[in-house]
């Protein structure tokens, strides 16, 4: 059974999972139809990021998988037998 700690920890990753994505939904989909003089776009960032921040997400995510699948493969070894 789920402690009120792991509760806590998961509504918050819920919520902040939910903010980013209704933040980037907005910031991609709904921004580019609104004026460029209105106020609302001090809020964001410029749509360049829109493609920069996944990109080096992946490319971050990528690493840590592979520097995990790495490190798992090299614990995991076997001595080499000696033939003598």
């Given at each position: ?20 994505f209704v933040y980037y939904t907005l910031w991609i989909i709904v921004l ?53």
């Open positions: 059974q789920a402690t009120a700690t792991d509760q806590l920890v998961g509504f918050g990753l819920v919520a902040f999972s939910l903010v980013l580019p139809f609104i004026d460029s003089d209105h106020g609302i776009h001090q809020y964001f960032l410029p749509r360049e990021y829109a493609v920069i921040i996944p990109v080096v997400a992946g490319l971050l995510l990528l690493l840590f998988i592979g520097v995990f699948i790495i490190f798992i493969m090299w614990k995991s070894r076997k001595p080499a037998k000696k033939s003598d």
